[in-house]
């Protein structure tokens, strides 16, 4: 399956919902494929923004080259706590928004402002301001595991393990000790 990267510059965001009622919000960025977790990449928290943090930092994302189906970005935002972080919200990129019209080569960064979203629901708390670039598509190599077939991939990843040595069964020189027998508690009512 053919992939590209993207290359999400996370530069502000303003008027951010207030979720810390004691101390100032430390605002970090967390961006991910939705529905892999193994893709998620974060942005250092902003210590002195609060409400309208400023990041200017970039993540890199592997993304199918298609865009076909229900793919999307995700960008979680949440704030440092000493208890615990605290969602402030959420925005949604589809990856038919972002890969429309991108042919196979790399792309120029596009600036975009798009609606922070209370995580789970429409309300808008803010405003977050990035730029994506588009890198070039990646085309799988052909090889030994594309030749072999749709099981091909796991039985060669399998074969290193197939010959691997048995464990040995120990024997202890004492034997276990006899069961005990535990009384039962009396309840006196006195």
Do not use: F
């Amino acid at each position: 399956m053919a992939s590209r990267t993207v290359d999400v510059t996370l530069v502000s965001a303003r008027d951010l919902r207030d979720v810390n009622l004691v101390s100032k919000m430390e605002v970090y960025a967390i961006v991910y494929l939705a529905g892999d977790p193994i893709s998620r990449e974060r942005v250092l928290a902003d210590r002195t923004g609060g409400r309208n943090p400023t990041w200017n930092a970039t993540v890199r994302v592997t993304v199918p080259a298609s865009g076909s189906g229900s793919g999307a970005l995700r960008v979680l935002l949440r704030t440092e706590r000493p208890l615990g972080d605290r969602d402030v919200g959420e925005v949604i990129l589809p990856l038919t928004e972002i890969l429309a019209g991108a042919g196979d080569e790399p792309t120029g960064a596009t600036q975009e402002s798009y609606k922070v979203r209370k995580v789970g629901s429409s309300k808008v708390h803010g405003v977050l301001n990035l730029s994506y670039k588009l890198g070039g598509v990646i085309h799988p190599p052909t090889g030994q595991y594309q030749q072999a077939g749709p099981t091909g991939y796991l039985a060669a990843a399998a074969a290193p393990y197939a010959s691997a040595p048995q464990p040995q069964q120990l024997s202890y020189p004492y034997p276990c000790p006899p069961p005990t027998m535990v009384r039962p508690l009396r309840i006196s009512s006195r």
